[in-house]
């Protein structure tokens, strides 16, 4: 099942064209009272001793569901159907699981092979690979290593991201770590559509997206011809691997790096681009990501790269070089650290299957080992006069008034701005003007509005 399908299901979802709540719920219904039989089943044999038969899962009625497309889709047998559904029901059925609550009188405890956690806030039983194992396998040795190979990288709970085996300590067994389903499956599964995931310290990228289109992009043909290299790319991306077979000597997603001063277009293209080719832009905020902790900045980085591997995004690094600089001379411990986590980094950017845009002011800034692994280096440049005028006229539009004295050629011949200075320059003329009683905008207003913008940039007319 791939993302991109799943994409244009939710599409026709939020059109109309979905099936209801009801038809998801359904389905997972009959899974969780199918894992209710099959607990009893497996507990009662546990205690009496006895072979155990686990009963059948259910036929799949609804063939709308998400759960009975992700089922089809992956081709999940029985006993994946049924750590998937166990891995579910603390979300969907809480109270199931407390039959697993039994103590072992004998020892005053739990019963190691049933697994377990406990969470913070909530009071149900939380699974974990050893829960699953032992509904899954009971005491059958054979059974139980089969279960480890569904927590395989290549397995579709971890290519999809589906059903995760959280890591455990170190020397602890693997099947010890908490059995979990990322927030936006979950959604996914009981409603048909993925939830975006919200900023926050766990995930520092937010959503970026704009009201405005490329006719609002002004930039000169040759950076336009290497943005349309970047659609292309994504538009044709699984012929090319897999058509053509190309995938044996090319790696899958594009890498990219944006350059150039500040206010040319680099945030605005990133918006545009995942708007026409359908993804998700996420801005990652390099303030949560790096630390001054030795291994803390890969942790946070890493956590925004595990999501972005299962999903349809564009991530989308301003300011980059704070993140990607040039690695030094290894003078000391902490130049080693440092040195690693850009190696680290280097890593994760070129192992990612999606779209990757690196921005920064300065392209000397850098490291040269992530120049050579682009696949394009897009320069925004200082707009020339004909520019700057398409953005004065783009930035007013056709409603603003214009006072007879205003002179946009003229502007645009003597005042060298980029586009996020011009957008300034305009929004200090309309206060202004409007401050002022007035419902057009005077030379005046916008003069005002270049000297300031001027100034905090360093700079005199």
Excluded at 59 to 72: D, W
Excluded at 185 to 199: D, H, Q, W, Y
């Amino acid at each position: 099942m791939t993302v991109r399908r799943e994409r244009e299901r939710a599409g026709a979802a939020r059109q109309g064209g979905s099936a209801s709540t009801r038809t998801h719920t359904a389905e997972l219904d009959r899974e969780l009272a199918w894992l209710t039989r099959a607990l009893e089943v497996r507990l009662h044999a546990h205690f009496a001793d006895e072979p155990a038969e686990l009963p059948p899962p259910p036929i799949l009625q609804e063939a709308g569901s998400a759960y009975a497309r992700t089922v089809a889709d992956l081709r999940l047998d029985a006993t994946e159907r049924l750590v998937l559904v166990l891995a579910l029901a603390p979300h969907l059925r809480p109270e199931l699981l407390d039959v697993l609550f039994v103590q072992n009188k004998g020892l005053g405890r739990d019963f190691s092979e049933f697994g377990g956690w406990r969470g913070g806030n909530h009071k149900g039983f939380l699974p974990t690979g050893e829960t699953a194992a032992f509904v899954a396998a009971g005491g059958d040795l054979d059974a139980r290593v089969a279960t480890l190979s569904m927590f395989r990288p290549e397995h579709p709970f971890a290519s999809e991201d589906l059903v995760r085996l959280e890591a455990v300590g170190a020397y602890e067994p693997e099947l010890g770590g908490a059995l979990t389903v990322p927030a936006d499956s979950v959604e996914r599964l009981a409603t048909g559509l993925r939830r975006k995931p919200n900023f926050s310290p766990d995930f520092p990228a937010k959503l970026l997206t704009t009201r405005l289109s490329w006719r609002d992009l002004v930039v000169p043909p040759e950076t336009a011809a290497e943005l349309e290299h970047i659609k292309a790319w994504v538009r044709h991306e699984r012929r090319i691997l897999d058509g053509w077979g190309l995938g044996r000597a090319l790696k899958p997603g594009y890498r990219c790096l944006f350059y150039g001063p500040p206010g040319t277009g680099k945030t605005l293209t990133a918006a545009l681009l995942g708007q026409e080719l359908g993804l998700d832009v996420y801005r990652v905020d390099l303030s949560l990501i790096v630390s001054k902790y030795i291994g803390e900045t890969e942790k946070n980085l890493g956590r925004v790269f595990d999501r972005a591997a299962h999903r349809d995004w564009l991530l989308f690094f301003d300011e980059a070089d704070a993140l990607f600089g040039k690695r030094t001379q290894t003078q000391s411990s902490n130049d080693r650290f440092a040195n690693q986590e850009i190696a680290y980094l280097l890593q994760r950017v070129e192992d990612l299957p999606g779209v990757v845009i690196l921005a920064t002011n300065l392209k000397s800034n850098i490291d040269d080992a992530f120049a050579r692994r682009f696949q394009s280096l897009v320069h925004f440049p200082m707009p020339d006069a004909e520019q700057r005028l398409s953005l004065w006229r783009g930035a007013l539009g056709d409603k603003v008034r214009l006072g007879g004295d205003v002179r946009l050629e003229e502007l645009a011949e003597q005042v060298e701005l980029a586009g996020g200075g011009v957008i300034n320059v305009v929004r200090h003329a309309a206060i202004a003007a409007l401050n002022d009683g007035r419902e057009l905008i005077a030379a005046t207003d916008l003069m005002a509005g270049v000297a300031k913008e001027m100034r905090k940039q360093g700079r005199t007319l």
